[in-house]
């Protein structure tokens, strides 16, 4: 399910960008090829980068999150040594490629390309929408990485071997790249073209585009509020500026043709067994105690064949999810609990977020009233309010990788650790940048350093 690295040449003469964060397949790709063109357009480099997104975000990092945080179980080979906390260096060579080569990397691309011509304020907008995105997501799994003197392959030359930014400087260069391209979408009277139907997620809707972008803000300032009024507060002044309604998520919708089928599905038909999604599950067998009526959507229940996942998100056409209206709703209740609102208020949009997410998975009217009867009310404490909201959040964020943040940075659920440290507090490096960028890497375990806000 690894995407090939997906060659983009950039725009109207610029040099080509051919390296990640110093990726050892860069050694193999310095020259130019001659057969590939100088020049791709706008339209065209936009639908690649969202497809890699989706699936990079919806193969190794959905899975990793979900074995650490048990929403799946994993069952057989490679899974089961990965549930039990077996990782090495090597588990992720995966991961961090698809994210800087085959995604990353693209995203620059187009953002650089559009940037140099001048009259494409728009797509290098959105550009900056999608890296944040995924700069976010990396953050979060490894602390510090490879940014400010990465993804530049010739344009820099002396920066093959590129340092490591620390984590909160580049939570300030996500919410600038935010900033920056929600106001180039008000610049675009005299460009060249326009995203359009091409673009997968909004369909060329550049007020959606911004929206997504403060939902990016609303998620750095919500993982940085534990003890901070001040940053829950201004999450929910992100989230004031961000969706309306589920109508409004930013997720990637694959087609079910070809080799565009959702990542968990081909994984799921490839590798029948690894993973299970049945009561071996903590998730699971949480939701089926809690009579939760979204079970069945999440995954087999009485371990038929195997214990497949369930068809919202397990089918060739499951979108795959980044950011969405329930989790901005947790989110809220989080944030109005963090800054000192009401817990009556927070209870509110508590509610509406458990809504939002059964509605938009097809629960039957009648089964969310008598779930939210049973459990939407919250505790009179602050902090077993926060409690409560994280744990249904978890539920919501199902195969998001954002529920291992949840997790780290709120401590809840209680989920049972499969070893003697806990449940990993981050990822490992991969092996290919302690053998290519050794003198810049950090050393890391699954537990050391933790991401600057996991306090």
């Keep these: 399910m690894k995407l090939n690295k997906i060659k983009i040449f950039a725009v109207a003469g610029i040099l080509i960008l051919s390296a990640g964060a110093c990726k050892k397949s860069f ?14 357009n706008p339209n065209l480099l936009l639908p ?13 990092f959905s899975r990793y999150s979900s074995l650490l945080t048990q929403q799946a179980f994993g069952a057989q080979n490679q899974t089961a040594t990965f549930y039990k906390y077996g990782i ?25 390309g559009c940037d140099s011509i001048g009259f494409y304020h728009a797509y290098a907008g959105v550009a900056r929408i999608l890296l944040a ?3 976010q997501v990396t953050v979060d799994d490894w602390g510090d990485i490879p940014y400010s003197a990465a993804l530049r392959g010739k344009l820099d030359p002396y920066h093959l071997q590129p340092k490591y930014d620390k984590a909160a400087d580049l939570y300030d260069s996500i919410a600038k790249l935010v900033d920056d391209g929600i106001a180039l979408f008000g610049t675009t009277g005299n460009d060249l073209a326009v995203p359009g139907t091409e673009d997968v997620m909004y369909n060329g809707d550049l007020s ?26 201004s999450a929910l002044a992100e989230i004031a500026s961000s969706f309306a309604s589920s109508k409004e998520n930013a997720v990637y919708n694959f087609t079910g043709t070809g ?14 067994g690894y993973i299970t999604f049945n009561d071996s599950s903590f998730l699971i067998n949480s939701m089926i105690n809690k009579t939760d009526p979204r079970v069945n959507l ?36 989080e944030a109005t609990l963090r800054s000192g609102g009401t817990i009556a208020a927070a209870q509110g949009y508590y509610r509406a977020a458990i809504d939002s997410n059964m509605t938009k998975l097809g629960v039957a009217p009648a089964d969310i009233a008598t779930y939210l009867a049973a459990h939407g009310t919250l505790p009179g404490t602050t902090d077993a309010a926060i409690a409560q909201v994280g744990a249904e959040e978890y539920i919501a964020l199902f195969l998001n990788p954002e529920a291992w943040t949840l997790y780290r940075r709120t401590g809840v659920p209680n989920i049972p650790a499969q070893g003697g440290n806990g449940v990993p507090r981050r990822l490992i490096y991969p092996q290919s940048e302690y053998s290519y960028n050794g003198a810049n890497t950090p050393q890391s375990t699954l537990y050391t350093p933790q991401i600057f806000w996991d306090k």
């Design 27 to 40: 050694f193999t790709s310095v020259n130019k090829n001659p057969n590939a063109v100088d020049f791709v």
């Design 48 to 60: 690649s980068c969202e497809i890699a997104l989706g699936f990079t975000q919806g193969g190794d």
């Design 88 to 112: 090495n260096p090597g588990t992720f060579e995966n991961g961090w490629g698809d994210m800087y080569t085959s995604t990353m990397e693209n995203i620059f691309a187009l953002k650089y």
């Design 133 to 135: 995105y995924c700069l």
């Design 208 to 233: 959606l585009w911004a929206k997504f972008g403060h939902a990016i803000k609303a998620r750095l300032y919500i993982h940085q509020s534990k003890g901070n009024p001040a940053m829950a507060t």
């Design 259 to 272: 080799t565009t089928n959702n990542p968990w599905a081909q994984f799921m038909n490839d590798r029948a």
């Design 298 to 333: 999440y995954g087999d229940t009485v371990k038929k064949d195997g214990g497949i996942l369930g068809p919202y998100y397990g089918s060739a056409t499951s979108p795959v999810e980044f950011i969405t209206m329930d989790e901005l709703l947790f989110m809220k209740a």
